[in-house]
């Protein structure tokens, strides 16, 4: 099995932050991300990472940042670690594939979720409120689980201090970033997810739902930043899988999540070591979604 890069050790540089995949760097005008193999269920990180996933998720970005330029503006400055500033030429061995020179920008303070399917935390809302509304759209009467919506909903949530992700309204949600704001990046996410699924269907993947997340500049302009419909933002389908009546298969890390359901684990820390082969399942299902979408196979 290859090697895995759990954390990175750049002890000339200024390390801001470990995420729980991302170790973030300040590198004065500009920051960098570095994409660990470090993998994490019910917001707790493992002891063991996956092979390859900072360069699989890192390269989907690359892919998608490239591809929906069109759609918005990115913090984007580079991938290529040539094009990096000179303090982080001694550490190329750990920077190479999985790292992303970036502009800085404040993150706003909510999280855009975009859903095309009935499913998750949707799905679970709609049940309760009689099929009548999920995450504060009203929606017909009669889906079932799995089942495409109309035209895809827009629904934010925000960080807890710790845990879980929070579900807003969309009142809520304007009021933290303002009307203007918030009427900006709904668009936008809306508009990118709906070009990334018409996208994938054609590579028979569904994109269910994803997260995207916007910062605002110093000067004021608002930008699409961290990742970008990667598996670990996104629940990614075999199209022919998904729908009311099918098992689904993922591309993304839910199958981790489901032998995490089978142990028993109560999902509080430590998390338990994964063990090999569902380790390297997982790293096949990232390197497949990777052939999927970018055509490619992983260097």
Request: proline content about 6%.
């Amino acid at each position: 099995m290859a090697a895995t890069l759990l954390r990175t050790n750049c002890p000339n540089l200024n390390l801001i932050a470990r995420g729980k995949v991302r170790d973030i760097y300040d590198l004065g005008e500009y920051l960098l991300l570095v994409a660990t193999d470090r993998i994490s269920t019910f917001d707790v990180v493992f002891p063991n990472g996956v092979p390859d996933k900072g360069r699989i998720l890192t390269q989907i970005s690359r892919f998608w940042f490239e591809k929906l330029a069109r759609v918005t503006p990115s913090h984007v400055i580079s991938f290529d670690v040539a094009d990096f500033p000179r303090e982080t030429r001694p550490y190329t061995g750990q920077l190479e594939g999985r790292s992303l020179l970036c502009k800085k920008a404040k993150p706003l303070e909510i999280e855009c979720v975009v859903r095309g399917y009935l499913d998750g935390s949707a799905w679970t809302e709609y049940q309760k409120t009689g099929g009548k509304i999920a995450s504060g759209h009203e929606l017909p009467a009669g889906l079932r689980q799995r089942s495409k919506l109309p035209k895809p909903i827009f629904t934010p949530a925000t960080k807890a201090a710790e845990g879980h992700d929070i579900n807003l309204t969309l009142e809520q949600a304007a009021e933290i970033v303002g009307k203007d704001i918030f009427d900006d990046v709904q668009a936008r996410s809306i508009r990118l997810y709906q070009t990334a699924h018409d996208f994938l269907r054609e590579r028979n993947i569904t994109l269910c739902d994803t997260k995207f997340e916007f910062g605002r500049r110093d000067d004021g302009s608002i930008i699409w930043i961290d990742e970008a419909l990667t598996p670990d933002s996104s629940r990614f389908m075999v199209r022919d899988s998904y729908s009311p009546d099918a098992d689904p298969v993922s591309f993304d890390k839910q199958f981790v999540r489901d032998w995490v359901v089978s142990t028993g684990w109560n999902k509080t820390p430590p998390a338990p070591e994964i063990p090999d082969d569902i380790v390297e399942q997982t790293r096949q299902r990232y390197l497949e979604v990777y052939r999927l979408i970018t055509g490619k196979t992983l260097d």
